[in-house]
């Protein structure tokens, strides 16, 4: 197993030391360079692990018996919001009876640069969401489909509010201070985002009843600190990620994500009721990217969450079980097969080679 050389660098030093860790388990390469191979030139035996934009992809197209790497390379029918939900769209067109249909929320997709245009959207493309809006029962999340790490996320009720949220992205680039001033919207300058510089945008009806969970009594080992249940305090549980490829190998270790902060329900929250631009959006956001201290309590293992406490349950007593553990994975199994079978039939937008 060591007749080839490996390209690996990461942002963060620790997820190094994990590939290389787990390279040196099956025997490891000859050769483990942080620095790009030649693009001009044949590179032998070539594993590229490394983040997608590292990657050199001319050589994953040139060299393919040769060169493997840790990324499809078009790969957007999955990644991108919106080009996911054309995906799904799509598929679920022709195969009306996929798992698809009950797995993924109902969706609106939007292309804007500047809010003003927000008012010809509401006679086309969001005519249905408009008329949800009009019952204020309901919240919304807003995502832009091409931002990363939980960028321009925004929840919100009413059209009004809608409006302000891209109003608040104005790209206005002769006055500095509107700058700042969307750095400060929803209390988190991480999240700010100019719509002039997105354009697609998603947006789901936000379920307002998650999976109420405290990590903190997820039993890592034996001598782990178990809290009383007095003082537990239940975080929305977030993404549930599994690794998996076009042959969907599956890994025992699923990643449940906590949100930074104590769940508490929007109607709750005076803020979000007067001004939704405005409200904390950290006891509603998975993304670990967006908290200040990422700790172990943030981030569990799936399987390390068994006999805790369900609280967001309509009675007492409940706890997640194994078999409740393993309908999920068998659920998450499911999805992203057809997912993928999904992303096979978008050519264009997703490409294995």
Known sequence: MRNFAAYVTWPSDNIVKLVESALHDIGGPQVISKTAPEESSDPGPLL????????????????????LTSSYNIRKALIRKHFLHQTITSYLTKTPESVLRKAVPETWTIDISFADELDDAWADELWDLAIKLENGDKWFILKPGMADRGQGIRIFNTRESLQNIFESFEDDDSDEESIESDADTQGNSKTAVMTSQLRHFVIQEYLENPLLIDPAQARVDSSSFVPSKDVLRGRKVGGIERLCALKLFMSPNILALFAGNAYMPLSSQSIARDNPVDMDLSPHLTNTALQDNVHDSSIRLLKELVDCDILS???????????????????????????????????VHFQVG
Do not use: M, R
Request: hydrophobic content about 40%; charged content about 20%.
């Open 313 to 347: 349950a309509p009675g007492p007593g409940a706890t997640l079980c194994l078999e409740d553990i393993q309908d999920l994975e068998n659920q998450v199994s499911k999805i992203l097969a057809e997912t993928f079978k999904a992303a096979l039939a978008s050519a």
């Open 48 to 67: 590229q692990w490394t983040t997608y934009d590292s990657l050199v992809h001319s050589l994953t197209l040139e060299y393919p018996p040769k060169v």
